[in-house]
């Protein structure tokens, strides 16, 4: 029998590479939890150091507990949604029309990864759960023998990428929307619309890039010949059709087998949303979180055609999202020790952080320390939208200070809040639920594109940030 030590021998270059890291990471990688538990202890740890007494520790940990209660829910229906929307009879053919176009195997993982992160440019949401489910499909194939972490990892590519690069950015989409930012923080950076941040073409051009580079990353990755860890390996249960549902048995039941409700329900559903689309801009509806888990939401009770089998659906997706309701209170802990634990001089570990990596900064190295600076803070509050809501007031009045262009700040943060995911299993764990895997078992890959992506990000908001000039903050006009 091939021993595990002699599969990485046999493999070349990054397939080498990342199944060192795979077997690595197999061996030492804790489960997502625990990582969040380890994290929550590290930054009580530094805010002690920082001299924050253990009453403010406490406090801040017991009362930021549940800020990402309405996120955590959001990412909950995220999974669940999606879920019961790509197991519905037409997208579950779909997904397995597209699970037949790769070749080979190592096609078949750089198919998903691009996907994915297309997906994802639209709404990373939908990416998570299209893309597990279609590594899923592949995976399900006789007559390819593809590694399911390989297409596990590529189909996270959206998230760990390019998704704040997209339309569903939630800092792009903050800085677009003037009701939706705190006056001190409209005052420093004004309104900055899509123009100025998510299509510029420096920024098109940067998301093309990257998503180049990953797609050839995760083609040479892929494991090969004995080196290949098939689901059926890893004992992945790969069945996703839905049971057959049990025939009526009483009349009771008779709206429970009726296709009225959910027409009815699609229809007020599709009002809405012309009512959206007539009074608000494009990119604002589409772009909406809320208004996407409604749109997902009754789109797959009208899919099913039903509301047994709707309900049917929703019960097995719902114990994927167990990890995420017992996980993301930990990074809302995390998130309020390292902003809200003041230490000596009135000072958090975040100010302190920003105060370094800002004092360092001028000229056209700030772009990379502030890519640098969200890349550190978000391996511990991985939060795209909330996150920047702490940031953004001392980095951009810092963009303003050294003269930086103000929309091209934003995707510079934008670009560098996708690199810990990489690291970070925090955005795994819907995925994880789809697939059936651990953290552990993607982060070899992904880590591997984390050691590509860095240094190209950093040379892209260099370069890039270049072509820019500074613009002054444009306040929205008053009625």
Known sequence: MTSATEDVRSEKGLARVAQSLAGWTEKWFPDAYVFALVGVFVVAVAALANGSSPQEVVDAFGDGFWDLTAFTLQMAM???TGYVVATSPPVAR???RLATVPGTARSAVSFVAFLSMSVSFLN?????????????AIARRTD?????RALGAAAFMGLGAVWALGMSSSAAQLQATAASLPPALLQITGVLDFGTTIFTWQSLLMCAVIIALTVVIAHFSAPRGAAVTTAQDLEVDLDDRPKD???????GEWLEYSRILPILAGLMTLGWLISQLATKPLLTVVSSLNGYLLVFLMLGLVLHGTPRKFLQAVAL???????ILVQFPLYAAMAAILTKAEGRNGLTISEHLAEFFTNIGSGGAFTVVIALYTVVLGLFVPS??????VEAPYVMQSATDVQMNLGWTVQVYNVAEALPNL????FMLPLLAVLGLRARDLVGFTFLQFMFHLPVVLLLVWLLGTTFDFVPPVQPSTP
């Open 78 to 80: 995220v999974v669940l």
């Open 94 to 96: 779909l997904i397995d």
């Open 124 to 136: 990373w949401g939908l990416s998570l759960v299209f893309g597990g489910l279609l590594a899923r």
């Open 144 to 148: 390819l023998r593809v590694d399911y």
């Open 245 to 251: 549902v049990p025939p009526r048995s009483r009349p």
């Open 317 to 323: 997706a719902v114990p994927a999202t167990a990890g």
């Open 384 to 389: 795209g939208g909330g996150k920047w809501l």
């Open 423 to 426: 690291i970070n299993p925090f």
